[in-house]
């Protein structure tokens, strides 16, 4: 397994770096064969891509009946919070797209953060088919992540115990930030086939090269994975914006 370098692809600015990442989305899946299970980021940039997807531009190019969607991470709010993810892609990306329910695989939010956390495991495990994870076969075919200027990625945030958890594929974050998150742990971010960053910014420069360098003092650069890593960014991410 390798650190997250990578590939970059530059964007002169947020909005081109939605409709590239649209149109990476778009030929990825054309080329996959089967169930494609995606892993969902939150997020402004996020946003306009999936606002590009699921207009009349791209829509009609994605093969939407084999996908499988599930989230990277969600605070612990209820659906209709405006400050849900789950909120955020179905106004956005599947608010007229045509998938059933299915497919969709929202986070729990209903009970203990501890119980809605295993819950989700649980969802995860009975799609794979698998109780463990096995390295030549991928959890995600896609996996979104944004990264934080803090260098945290889903909500692996600097500081927290969910740093260590290499056992559970889904984890409960108390601490760190003003609201309870739920987020995938590593072993379940680094079970992908292609892992793209989504990343906008000039703050998060810093955050960019110490993540693609691997550097484990920011959560993003501790991943380890075989899989294919795309970094989307715009100059200003670049650090010369």
Aim: hydrophobic share 40%; glycine share 8%; net charge neutral.
């Amino acid at each position: 397994m390798s650190t997250p370098a990578g590939r970059l692809e530059i964007s002169d600015d947020p909005h081109a770096l939605a409709r590239h990442a649209a149109d990476w989305f778009v030929n990825t899946v054309s080329r996959s064969t089967g169930t494609i299970r995606v892993s969902l980021s939150g997020g402004s940039t996020p946003k306009e891509m999936y606002t590009l997807l699921d207009g009349q531009e791209f829509r009609s190019q994605i093969s939407w009946r084999r996908l499988e969607l599930f989230w990277g991470d969600e605070r612990f709010v209820p659906h209709d919070d405006p400050a849900s993810n789950y909120r955020m892609t179905m106004e956005t990306l599947l608010a007229r797209a045509p998938v059933s329910a299915g497919q969709i695989h929202p986070v729990p939010v209903q009970g203990t953060p501890a119980a809605c956390a295993a819950q989700y495991e649980s969802v995860l495990k009975q799609s794979y088919g698998a109780g463990r994870l096995d390295p030549s076969r991928p959890l995600f075919d896609i996996m979104l992540l944004g990264l934080g200027a803090d260098g945290h990625t889903a909500s692996l945030i600097p500081g927290q115990t969910v740093l260590e958890e290499r056992t559970r594929w889904v984890a409960a974050v108390a601490e760190g930030r003003p609201e309870t998150r739920i987020t995938l742990t590593y072993p379940a971010i680094e079970s992908s086939a292609k892992i793209a960053f989504l990343v906008t910014g000039a703050e998060k420069a810093n955050a960019v090269r110490l993540a693609r360098a691997g550097d484990p003092s920011v959560p993003a650069g501790r991943i380890r994975t075989d899989a294919e890593v795309i970094w989307f960014v715009d100059r200003a991410a670049l650090g010369s914006g």
